[in-house]
């Protein structure tokens, strides 16, 4: 029967593997930071049917170790899709400089805001958290999985149906 260590490190792997494609068309500190989201996505996930139903002995199978809760999480992809672009338009507006008007004799016409530096630092580490945060349920969601085909593959397997 798979352990805990096995799990974060099969869910871990997965987590980041999966985050990275989706990010594939990300520029590169783009990609680093949701492959990062995954990781710890795929991590937490690694486990997390476990925390719903403590492993205290091989029967402890419901629910959150089914089939069909696997068949739900694959359901849920598009969701994650609309989560993942959700957060990735976040750190957009993150990182767009506002834009102010300003009166010239032509009209009014927007010129880039003056901001501050602590601002500035802000922005920045606003849109590097939702760049993070678009890696992390594609993670979670496949090391999810990844805990039921081990505990799939073990002698007891899993209930098809709760």
């Not at 260590?5 to 987590?15: C, F, I």
């Not at 750190?91 to 834009?99: D, N, Q, R």
Request: hydrophobic share 45%.
């Amino acid at each position: 029967m798979p352990g805990r260590r096995t799990h974060q490190l099969v869910g871990t792997a997965t987590g980041t593997v999966y985050a990275a494609y989706r990010a594939g068309t990300q520029n590169p500190r783009d990609r680093l930071l949701e492959t990062a989201g995954g990781a710890v996505g795929g991590y937490l996930g690694s486990t997390f049917a476990d925390y719903l139903e403590p492993a205290i002995s091989s029967w402890h199978r419901g629910p959150a170790h089914s089939g069909g809760t696997g068949a739900m999480v694959l359901l849920l992809v598009d969701q994650l899709f609309k989560w993942e672009a959700f957060c990735r338009e976040k750190a957009k507006e993150c990182a767009a400089i506002p834009m102010v008007p300003a009166i010239n004799p032509q009209g009014t016409v927007f010129v880039p805001a003056q901001l501050s530096p602590l601002v500035q630092l802000f922005n920045t580490i606003a849109e590097l958290f939702w760049r993070f945060l678009a890696g992390v349920p594609n993670g979670f969601a496949t090391s999810y999985l990844s805990h039921l085909a081990l505990d799939a593959a073990t002698p007891r397997c899993i209930p098809l149906l709760p």
